[in-house]
């Protein structure tokens, strides 16, 4: 189920997102189950050199410079698509200008925050879709199969692996480089260390993997496609399927398929996000800021909002501090 290698396909797959498909990119590349198709699938084919960035920027330009007027959700789309290009590229200047956040704390401040209390038992949990959130456990064998998974659901698989269950960022990192197809260190590492608010200069984004299922697969088809166990269990339990009444499990088979999560996310959640701000209050750590934002935020000024196109305040906002 992985994508074929090859210029071929590569141009095969960007034409079609040119003509047809980005016309969903807006709107279609959170859900997991819109997303294998909105998203222009690119990515593996830009980390391995089968198209370049320039001819993708070029070809993208040229073809919304002759879109009728009328077209505009295609052109919103094109446009979305477009800041990514540059976020691509901004990301793999970070890791040119610090090659060493592949391994350390972007932000040294937060070192040893996490580095001892690695829980190889979660960590295993995790790799083999065992937590127990079937959004989480469908995630991993997604990826597993397909090589590939949109942002939002790899921003929430470092999530859940970085704040209720604690786990460095390395060593979940070095297991994800190996089931992307795309893996890309420059894009990577500053993203697990984003993902993980090691990087002291990002809001903390922490991803709730039940909220998640709630949002992006109300109906649970992307969980039932990917976890067999899932496709008897009830549409009020698809959710939290751990709290379904022994009686209920029994009568369905699933009482050796659907088990507690690892921990229990509220309060695991809200102990590690404390943990985390009591860091980043100490003045060592808000001093060790300025250099962070100094090597590797955008020199790139916030416009005002009146001056500048939408596509362009979209551009230059994803670039700066807060990305
Ligand atoms: C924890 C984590 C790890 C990631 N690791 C990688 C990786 O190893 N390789 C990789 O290519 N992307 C990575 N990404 C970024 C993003 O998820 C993928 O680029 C995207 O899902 C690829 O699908 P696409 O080509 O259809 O994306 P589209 O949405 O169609 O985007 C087009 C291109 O823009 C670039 N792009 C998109 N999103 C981002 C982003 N957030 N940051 C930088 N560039 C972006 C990619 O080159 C992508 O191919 C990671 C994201 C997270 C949260």
């Known amino acids: 189920m992985r994508q074929l290698g090859g210029r071929v396909h590569?141009?095969?797959?960007?034409?079609?997102?040119?003509?047809?498909?980005?016309?969903?990119?807006?709107?279609?590349i959170s859900s997991p189950l819109s997303a294998p198709d909105a998203c222009s699938r690119l990515s593996a084919y830009l980390s391995y050199g089968c198209i370049s960035m320039r001819e993708v920027v070029q070809q993208t330009r040229a073809h919304m410079a002759e879109m009728p007027q009328q077209a505009s959700r295609h052109r919103a789309g094109l446009a979305a698509f477009t800041s990514r290009l540059y976020w691509h590229c901004h990301f793999i200047q970070k890791l040119e200008s610090e090659p060493e956040i592949e391994w350390r704390n972007m932000h040294q401040g937060y070192d040893d925050l996490r580095e001892h209390d690695f829980n190889v038992?979660?960590?295993?949990?995790l790799k083999e879709a065992r937590?127990?959130?079937?959004?989480?456990?469908?995630?991993?064998?997604m990826l597993r199969e397909t090589g590939w998974l949109n942002f939002r659901m790899r921003a929430m698989l470092v999530s859940?692996?970085?704040?209720?269950?604690?786990?460095?960022?390395?060593?979940?990192g070095e297991w994800l480089a190996t089931q992307f197809l795309d893996y890309e260190p420059g894009i990577h590492w500053s993203q697990?260390?984003?993902?993980?608010?090691?990087?002291?200069i990002n809001t903390t984004r922490v991803y709730n993997p039940i909220k998640q299922a709630q949002d992006h697969d109300p109906y649970g088809k992307f969980v039932r496609r990917w976890l067999p166990y899932m496709r008897p269990v009830p549409d009020s339990w698809l959710f939290e399927p751990w709290l379904m009444p022994d009686q209920q499990k029994n009568k369905l088979g699933l009482s050796c398929h659907i088990t507690e999560p690892l921990v229990d996310l509220a309060s695991a959640t809200r102990e590690s996000k404390q943990r985390?701000?009591?860091?980043?209050?100490?003045?060592?750590?808000?001093?060790?800021?300025?250099?962070?934002?100094?090597?590797?935020?955008?020199?790139?000024?916030?416009?005002s909002r009146q001056k500048t196109s939408s596509t362009k305040r979209l551009n230059q906002s994803q670039l700066g501090f807060d990305f």
């Open 276 to 303: 985390l701000h009591a860091r980043r209050k100490q003045p060592d750590t808000i001093d060790g800021k300025k250099a962070v934002i100094d090597k590797h935020a955008s020199r790139k000024s916030m416009p």
């Open 121 to 125: 038992e979660y960590f295993e949990a």
């Open 192 to 200: 697990l260390q984003m993902q993980s608010g090691t990087t002291g």
């Open 10 to 28: 590569a141009l095969k797959t960007f034409h079609s997102f040119l003509n047809a498909r980005s016309m969903g990119y807006r709107g279609g």
């Open 160 to 172: 859940v692996a970085a704040y209720p269950l604690w786990l460095h960022w390395r060593p979940v």
């Open 131 to 141: 937590t127990g959130w079937p959004m989480v456990d469908a995630c991993v064998t």
